[in-house]
């Protein structure tokens, strides 16, 4: 069950003519197409870790938190950027809002075993930078540690949430958007300078 086929299932599962049989289910589009991944790894027979494996581990946001914030920096940015994330905040095919802590594509299954150990912790995150290219928006978190439970660690090299990519594939993108930020703007080639707004200075 590829990740091109995932988007495509869950574009199909997105459509107005298919929100009763959601509704009718009690589950969310993310349930729904999770619970397919597994089915359908289980019919084939899939075994080993790392096939088993879910496709990335992450902290699960405050939907509304986000969207509040989304809202508030809509009127720090350009109206491009600002209309981008409207839009994707909008969009009935999105994943919920979270930060990604480990990923299939890039990280050890092993490492899966440390961060079982945080399931359900409370963890406090804090915006810092927003970054935006053609291809994709990403907002830089920091982790912070908290009296409730222990800091869960983050094996992205910069921890953020995406907030608008141009295809769903595309997410991966923001690691590289940030680091092209944090090291100056420089993205290489003949690609334009990213738009950077630090959320710091605005809380300041």
Same mark, same amino acid.
């Given at each position: 069950?590829?990740?091109?086929?995932?988007?495509?299932?869950?574009?199909?599962?997105?459509?107005?003519?298919?929100?009763?049989?959601?509704?009718?289910?009690?589950?969310?589009?993310?349930?729904?197409?999770?619970?397919?991944?597994?089915?359908?790894?289980?019919?084939?027979?899939?075994?080993?870790?790392?096939?088993?494996?879910?496709?990335? =581990?992450?902290?699960?946001?405050?939907?509304? *938190? @986000?969207?509040? %914030?989304v809202?508030?920096? /809509?009127?720090? !940015? &350009?109206?491009?950027?600002?209309?981008r994330?409207?839009?994707?905040q909008?969009?009935?095919a999105?994943?919920?809002?979270?930060?990604?802590l480990?990923?299939?594509q890039?990280?050890?299954?092993?490492l899966?075993?440390?961060?079982?150990?945080?399931?359900?912790?409370?963890q406090?995150?804090s915006?810092?930078l927003?970054? =935006?290219?053609?291809?994709?928006?990403?907002l *830089? @978190?920091?982790? %912070?540690?908290?009296?409730? /439970?222990?800091? !869960? &660690?983050?094996y992205?090299?910069?921890?953020?949430?995406?907030?608008?990519?141009?295809?769903?594939d595309?997410?991966?993108?923001?690691?590289?958007?940030?680091?092209?930020?944090?090291?100056?703007?420089?993205n290489?080639?003949?690609?334009?300078?990213?738009?950077?707004?630090?959320?710091?200075?605005?809380?300041?």
């Amino acid at each position: 069950f590829s990740l091109a086929r995932e988007t495509s299932t869950r574009a199909w599962l997105a459509r107005p003519k298919h929100q009763e049989l959601l509704s009718s289910l009690r589950l969310s589009l993310d349930e729904v197409v999770d619970n397919l991944t597994r089915s359908l790894r289980t019919s084939f027979g899939v075994s080993g870790m790392q096939d088993i494996a879910p496709r990335y =581990a992450s902290i699960d946001l405050d939907q509304q *938190s @986000v969207v509040a %914030l989304v809202h508030s920096v /809509s009127s720090h !940015v &350009p109206e491009d950027i600002a209309r981008r994330l409207q839009e994707y905040q909008q969009s009935s095919a999105r994943r919920r809002y979270h930060v990604t802590l480990w990923h299939s594509q890039s990280h050890a299954v092993e490492l899966l075993q440390e961060l079982s150990e945080f399931k359900g912790a409370a963890q406090v995150i804090s915006p810092a930078l927003l970054v =935006a290219d053609e291809y994709c928006i990403a907002l *830089s @978190v920091r982790v %912070l540690s908290n009296a409730l /439970s222990p800091t !869960v &660690p983050c094996y992205n090299q910069f921890p953020h949430v995406t907030l608008w990519c141009v295809k769903p594939d595309m997410a991966k993108h923001s690691n590289e958007l940030i680091e092209a930020a944090v090291a100056g703007g420089d993205n290489g080639g003949d690609s334009p300078r990213p738009f950077t707004l630090d959320l710091q200075e605005l809380q300041d």
